[in-house]
């Protein structure tokens, strides 16, 4: 409080004001900060450079994240604590409950994936589905191919209509990315474009595993929706996109640039952890 009022009122008068001694405030003034100061002062630097770069969308939970990829050991507590102090604020999540019918899923056609978002190795297990964007020359369709190991968008297609050749081409591209030939189950909802016979002949051909979500079941899609709301919050939704072409590109730039980067630095942040860990382990055994 003094040190906010000394330009306004004498340090004496004020010292006399609140009983503390005018020797007792100049200590305090002189004193170097504290290796608890310092490390807050270097923390905070970082937390606003995660923060830039993301856009101003990141709040403290995925700026702790990254940091903590990173090798910086603090509290998510604290992480916000110094955000809110500085004014720092993510983007926060709007929820929009909406239902739509479900189409009947094909005969032979289960849900194999079961709510089980986990995979051991890339190329195991996808998932997909198709999102709208709005602009002011009509709807922009997104579909993607997201990899549930990596997290990473490995395919995905843009047009002005919801189709087949929209799924098919998001598919076809994920599929162009993968290095071997091995099954993968991928796995979406019943929406027309996944129960078409077309689309299940070209999942056959290239050895995939067709798995659909229940009746009226978005949360057997949760990992896809996750990524989508995502998109929405932190670029969409703050956007006003005059044409298609604009918001293509713009969602080009999200996933190419900012996401799909960001989840392989994690994912090589945590190799190196491991790494370290079974190198100590082995040293240690």
């Given at each position: 409080?003094?040190?906010?009022?000394?330009?306004?009122?004498?340090?004496?008068?004020?010292?006399?004001?609140?009983?503390?001694?005018?020797?007792?405030?100049?200590?305090?003034?002189?004193?170097?900060?504290?290796?608890?100061?310092?490390?807050?002062?270097?923390?905070?630097?970082?937390?606003?450079?995660?923060?830039?770069?993301?856009d101003g969308v990141?709040?403290?939970?995925?700026?702790?994240?990254?940091?903590?990829?990173?090798g910086v050991h603090?509290?998510?507590?604290?992480?916000?604590?110094?955000?809110?102090?500085?004014?720092?604020?993510?983007?926060?999540?709007?929820?929009?409950?909406?239902?739509?019918?479900?189409?009947?899923?094909?005969?032979?056609?289960?849900?194999?994936?079961?709510?089980?978002?986990?995979?051991?190795?890339?190329?195991?297990?996808?998932?997909?589905?198709?999102?709208?964007?709005?602009?002011?020359?009509?709807?922009?369709?997104?579909?993607?191919?997201?990899?549930?190991?990596?997290?990473?968008?490995?395919?995905?297609?843009?047009?002005?209509?919801?189709?087949?050749?929209?799924?098919?081409?998001?598919?076809?591209?994920?599929?162009?990315?993968?290095?071997?030939?091995?099954?993968?189950?991928?796995?979406?909802?019943?929406?027309?474009?996944?129960?078409?016979?077309?689309?299940?002949?070209?999942?056959?051909?290239?050895?995939?595993?067709c798995s659909m979500?229940?009746?009226?079941?978005?949360?057997?899609?949760?990992?896809?929706?996750?990524?989508?709301?995502?998109?929405?919050?932190?670029?969409?939704?703050?956007?006003?996109?005059?044409?298609?072409?604009?918001?293509?590109?713009?969602?080009?730039?999200?996933?190419?640039?900012?996401?799909?980067?960001?989840?392989?630095?994690?994912?090589?942040?945590?190799?190196?952890?491991?790494?370290?860990?079974?190198?100590?382990?082995?040293?240690?055994?």
């Amino acid at each position: 409080m003094l040190e906010c009022c000394r330009e306004a009122f004498p340090i004496r008068l004020m010292c006399r004001c609140l009983r503390v001694s005018t020797s007792g405030y100049y200590g305090w003034r002189e004193r170097p900060p504290s290796a608890r100061a310092r490390f807050n002062e270097d923390l905070l630097g970082r937390i606003k450079k995660l923060h830039e770069e993301s856009d101003g969308v990141m709040g403290a939970p995925r700026i702790w994240e990254d940091l903590s990829y990173a090798g910086v050991h603090c509290s998510k507590n604290r992480v916000a604590r110094l955000m809110r102090a500085h004014g720092l604020r993510g983007v926060p999540q709007q929820r929009r409950w909406r239902k739509k019918g479900a189409g009947e899923r094909p005969m032979g056609i289960a849900n194999h994936l079961d709510r089980d978002f986990s995979a051991g190795e890339p190329n195991r297990k996808w998932v997909t589905d198709i999102t709208y964007i709005e602009t002011a020359e009509g709807w922009l369709y997104l579909s993607a191919v997201l990899d549930l190991c990596t997290g990473i968008i490995v395919g995905w297609s843009m047009g002005p209509r919801q189709t087949r050749e929209l799924v098919l081409q998001a598919v076809l591209m994920a599929l162009w990315q993968r290095d071997d030939r091995s099954t993968v189950v991928l796995h979406s909802d019943r929406g027309c474009q996944f129960t078409s016979s077309e689309y299940q002949r070209f999942l056959k051909g290239h050895n995939l595993v067709c798995s659909m979500s229940a009746v009226g079941s978005c949360a057997d899609n949760a990992a896809m929706e996750g990524f989508f709301g995502l998109l929405k919050r932190e670029r969409v939704n703050r956007r006003i996109y005059q044409t298609r072409a604009e918001a293509r590109a713009d969602v080009f730039d999200y996933i190419a640039r900012f996401h799909n980067p960001r989840r392989r630095r994690q994912l090589m942040a945590a190799k190196q952890r491991q790494l370290v860990l079974t190198q100590l382990s082995v040293e240690t055994g």
